[in-house]
């Protein structure tokens, strides 16, 4: 599945697909779902849902709790449950977490029946700011396996009503480490002082195989992850290892802040549309993910 994000009058909206998956559009990494348990509500378009991420939303009114400024069914969260800096203390960590639009999307989806309640997401560290980085896959995807316990960890102090946990895969551009560690290597995790620059694609793909594997192994959760064709790219290159035929998606871009643009399944109606990445498409049943609006 995925996602796509789109700026609306200063809220965050995020368009899911009912059916086997969901996707999204938006300004930063796209981010695909695999939604297994959408229920579709009538919703415009037929099949979809709209609902928010990460920081807090206003959504207004008694249950069943409706979308801000689009209106219709409030069709579920995504929120940051854990991030690599967080967990190791950096300064500069930081969670996008809102316990009420996550317990307003638990209401509709277990009381009405309405949306998919709520899904989490792993703010990932690449190998360079792994505190036993040693340049070796088998680090690495120790690395990957290490987070995603914790992730797991974190998750469970939530109540998560979504099949599919997400890596967030991006290069942010903010502190401790602005790549995230996919493409450099730091003196330690948290310095924010790079050590050397340039870290092999098989390396930065062993790290997502630890993670990857470890959820599946010892979860009830599938596997999925949040990126966007071009950062995809920049990291994992355009080889093996950046095929990821059988992971859900959850994707952004376009963006707009125009409701009379607002997305119809996975274009904007202006055209833009969520781009896939890792070889994943918006095919129902494949990989397919929710469209996303964030303030700016």
Not at 179 to 184: E, P
Request: contains cysteine; hydrophobic residues 35%.
């Amino acid at each position: 599945m995925k996602r796509s994000r789109l700026v609306l009058w200063g809220c965050v909206v995020l368009l899911l697909a009912a059916g086997a998956t969901t996707a999204t559009m938006g300004t930063g990494p796209l981010r695909a779902v695999t939604a297994a348990q959408l229920r579709p509500d009538g919703d415009s378009p037929p099949g979809f849902w709209y609902g928010t991420d990460s920081l807090p939303v206003s959504v207004t009114g008694s249950a069943p709790y409706s979308e801000p400024a689009i209106g219709g069914a409030y069709g579920g969260y995504i929120g940051m449950t854990g991030s690599w800096s967080y967990w190791l203390g950096c300064h500069g960590g930081f969670l996008a977490w809102s316990s009420t639009n996550s317990a307003q999307a638990d209401t509709n989806y277990t009381t009405y029946h309405k949306g998919i309640g709520t899904a989490v997401y792993w703010f990932m560290g690449g190998p360079g700011v792994d505190p036993n980085y040693n340049g070796s896959a088998t680090e690495a995807s120790a690395w990957g396996a290490r987070q995603a316990a914790r992730a797991l960890a974190d998750a469970a102090g939530e109540d998560v009503t979504y099949p599919v946990l997400f890596m967030d895969i991006e290069i942010p551009g903010v502190a401790p480490a602005s790549d995230n560690g996919w493409n450099s290597v730091y003196t330690s995790p948290c310095s924010g002082v790079v050590k050397h620059s340039g870290i092999p694609a098989a390396v930065d793909r062993a790290d997502f195989n630890g993670f990857w594997g470890y959820v599946k192994a010892h979860s009830k959760y599938a596997p999925g992850v949040y990126s966007a064709a071009g950062i995809w790219a920049s990291i994992f290159g355009t080889g093996s290892a950046a095929s990821i035929p059988h992971t859900d998606e959850w994707t952004y871009l376009p963006e707009t802040a125009s409701l009379s643009n607002a997305p119809t399944g996975w274009c904007l109606k202006s055209g833009g549309c969520a781009q896939f990445f890792g070889g994943g498409t918006e095919e129902p049943g494949v990989h397919s993910a929710p469209a996303r609006a964030r303030p700016r």
